[in-house]
Each structure stands twice: as structure tokens, then as C-alpha cells.
Nanobody
Framework: QVELVESGGGLVQAGGSLRLSCADSTRALSFYVMGWFRQVPGKAREFVAAISRSGSSTNYVDSVKGRFTISRDNAKNTVYLQMNSLKPEDTAVYYC?????????????????WGRGTQVTVSS
């Protein structure tokens, strides 16, 4: 089991950058595929990015490819989401999640553990 806490959200102008972090206090993060999802009010939570346990494989939703980078540091029990060239449509609450599956990049139902989220607001 993991306990996930996101940080790094905030208000940024369009074209700016933010780096989100997701830390696990139980030191079990290395056993899980990790993902980032986002949600805006009234819409379903959507997949953003995922990274394999070793960090050798990643996957992204098309709308963030080339702008966002997911990475992990298992020694620090932390996963990151570097977000560059931010757009107003990236505004959402961002959640990190952990999946015990071998590889479950986009399937929300396969993630067992979720953080509480961090707000990202991009102004135009």
C-alpha cells in the first residue's frame, strides 16, 4: 500500500512551466506503475501520463506529448510531472495514482491508490 501526496500546483501564465511531485511516505512506490490524471469540474478524470516501475517506459495522452514529461526517482519515493508550454486547457486538478499491474498506463480502473490532488491553473 502507498500513501500519495501531490505538490507543486499553482497559478501560471500560458506558456509557463510547473513541476508536480507525488511523494509516497510508505517507501513502496517502486513496486507500482505510476500515473498522472487530471479532472475539471463536471468532467471525467482523464489520463495524462504513466511510467513503468523502472522508469524505462512512459505513455502520454496526445494533448500533452512534447510538453509534459513524467519521471520517477524510486530512491526518493517520488514521481514527477514536468509541464512546459502550459495552455489554459491544462487547467485542472492533477492526481497521481499507483497501479500494481505490470503495465496499466491509461486504464483508470487499474489504479488502486490515489492522492488528493493539486490544483493547476493556467491563465491566458
Amino acid at each position: 500500500q502507498v500513501e500519495l501526496v501531490e505538490s507543486g500546483g499553482g497559478l501560471v501564465q500560458a506558456g509557463g512551466s510547473l513541476r508536480l511531485s507525488c511523494a509516497d511516505s510508505t517507501r513502496a512506490l517502486s513496486f507500482y506503475v505510476m500515473g498522472w490524471f487530471r479532472q475539471v469540474p463536471g468532467k471525467a478524470r482523464e489520463f495524462v501520463a504513466a511510467i513503468s516501475r523502472s522508469g524505462s517506459s512512459t505513455n502520454y495522452v496526445d494533448s500533452v506529448k512534447g510538453r509534459f514529461t513524467i519521471s520517477r526517482d524510486n530512491a526518493k519515493n517520488t514521481v514527477y510531472l514536468q509541464m512546459n508550454s502550459l495552455k489554459p486547457e491544462d487547467t485542472a486538478v492533477y492526481y497521481c495514482a499507483a497501479s500494481p499491474m505490470a503495465w496499466a498506463p491509461e486504464t483508470k480502473a487499474q489504479y488502486d491508490y490515489w492522492g488528493r490532488g493539486t490544483q493547476v491553473t493556467v491563465s491566458s
